[in-house]
């Protein structure tokens, strides 16, 4: 364990002085792979702001490497399982059509937007953005090397570096509208404060900066399961608040949605999991990223079947041809569209107290 000397002096969201009292708390165990610094720091909160943070940032360079070999985000599990982009004009993504939704709520959005979003991912809001007839200039900051072809193929300009302040100076007063959706709690504590001036850099006066992360207010709900690998910086919605408007920006919406955070029991899950040995590590010899055995059973086994259903697509698109296939799965996803009332009640359009995702609109 660190000696609390060497602890950060200051909250990176609040900037009030950290104290030596100051709530500590440890990852909870991971059903990927992991690096060794989460068995070996704690996170700790400020008092003030409650924003939960690594004692100490990780090493950039272990970190990309982390996320290069071993690490299934969302980017990595798309790439995985879909050769081909199967998305057409009814396919639906909850979460970037509700945050799109929010956004037009209070930012007029159009073909003239210049668009940044840092931490793309496959594109979904990208997506989204088209299917409502978006056609402007895209800027996607996405390091993970798998999501680049899709990103590409929706015409967006793609950057596979770790976005920073020296890349924010190159796109200065250029943007209408900047999007983080779950990747502010990737970057290290230690940097939040550049990241949020380098959005503030890119933005135009009048421009909107859009941020959703988890409502990981880890003293207010200890058993949502938040204090996940490999989060780094772990926001209440005060905390995005307070590291948003030190930069300059005004919140203009803040509230959380989807589902509880309260009801949640996430030691039960944990002690299940346990149980199926769920939580067996051996570290890589090349990378010592300690490899979760359970988990790379389960990459192979989902690799098997996706190598199944790639043939068999490859196959429809040979007898099909590949124009009447897309419009056969667009004709299924058409019968299967629910009614839009149960759409718009879904969780990621509802808003409320001590839901799972924060959502913040500020502007500058
Ligand atoms: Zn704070």
């Not at 989060?231 to 803040?254: C, M, N, Q, Y």
């Not at 955070?261 to 300690?290: C, M, R, W």
């Not at 996803?333 to 995702?357: I, M, T």
Request: contains cysteine; positive net charge.
């Amino acid at each position: 364990m660190m000696p609390l000397t060497e602890m950060r002096s200051q909250c990176p969201a609040c900037g009030t002085a950290m104290r030596g009292d100051a709530s500590r708390y440890s990852y909870t165990p991971t059903t990927m792979d992991k690096l060794a610094v989460f068995d070996e720091r704690a996170i700790v909160c400020c008092a003030a702001c409650e924003f939960g943070m690594i004692e100490r940032d990780v090493d950039a360079a272990e970190l990309a490497s982390y996320y290069a070999s071993a690490y299934s985000g969302k980017a990595k599990k798309n790439a995985e399982t879909k050769a081909v982009d199967l998305r057409t004009r009814y396919a639906y993504d909850p979460r970037s059509a509700s945050q799109l939704a929010l956004i037009r709520q209070h930012h007029e959005v159009h073909s003239d937007s210049v668009i940044v979003e840092i931490g793309a991912g496959t594109g979904d809001m990208l997506f989204s953005l088209k299917q409502s007839g978006y056609r402007g200039r895209y800027i996607a900051f996405e390091p993970q090397r798998e999501a680049h072809d899709v990103l590409i193929s929706l015409g967006a300009e793609v950057h596979g570096v770790v976005f920073d302040l020296e890349q924010a100076r190159k796109y200065a007063d250029t943007a209408n509208l900047v999007i983080m959706s779950h990747s502010l709690e990737h970057f290290n504590p230690g940097s939040i404060p550049q990241v949020v001036e380098g959005v503030s850099v890119m933005l135009r006066a009048g421009g909107c900066f859009f941020c959703e992360v988890p409502n990981a207010n880890l003293t207010k709900y200890p058993n949502a399961g938040e204090r996940v690998v490999p989060h780094l910086s772990f926001f209440s919605e005060e905390a995005l608040r307070r590291a948003v408007t030190s930069k300059g920006l005004a919140a203009i919406f803040s509230s959380t949605c989807g589902d509880s955070q309260i009801g949640k029991n996430h030691q039960a899950q944990l002690a299940a999991l346990e149980k199926s040995g769920a939580f067996v590590y051996v570290p890589d010899p090349e990378t010592g990223v300690l490899r979760n055995q359970k988990y790379h059973e389960y990459l192979r086994e989902k690799t098997r079947r996706q190598q199944l259903r790639r043939m068999m697509l490859n196959l429809l698109m040979k007898v099909l041809g590949r124009r009447l296939l897309f419009k056969a799965i667009d004709l299924l996803r058409r019968w299967r569209q629910k009614p839009h009332n149960e759409v718009l009640s879904s969780s990621a359009f509802c808003y409320g107290a001590d839901r799972e995702f924060i959502r913040l609109l500020a502007q500058k």
